[in-house]
């Protein structure tokens, strides 16, 4: 099952606020701004600035 494309449109990044970008397999959302990624586990993202791991 894929993340709601709605939901997608309405998310925005919880350290920067800016736009998210689904990274690839749907496995997180990234922002380009902060340089962090937030992981995506059983289609549920982890808008948590303390989980997020750097973007590669």
Known sequence: MAL???L???LV???CKGDL???PNEESLNCTACKL???VKDDI????VD???PLE
């Open 4 to 6: 709601d494309k709605e």
């Open 8 to 10: 997608l449109e309405i």
């Open 13 to 15: 990044c919880p350290k």
């Open 21 to 23: 970008d689904l990274g």
């Open 37 to 39: 990624k937030y992981l």
């Open 45 to 48: 993202p982890i808008m948590l």
């Open 51 to 53: 989980e997020a791991l």
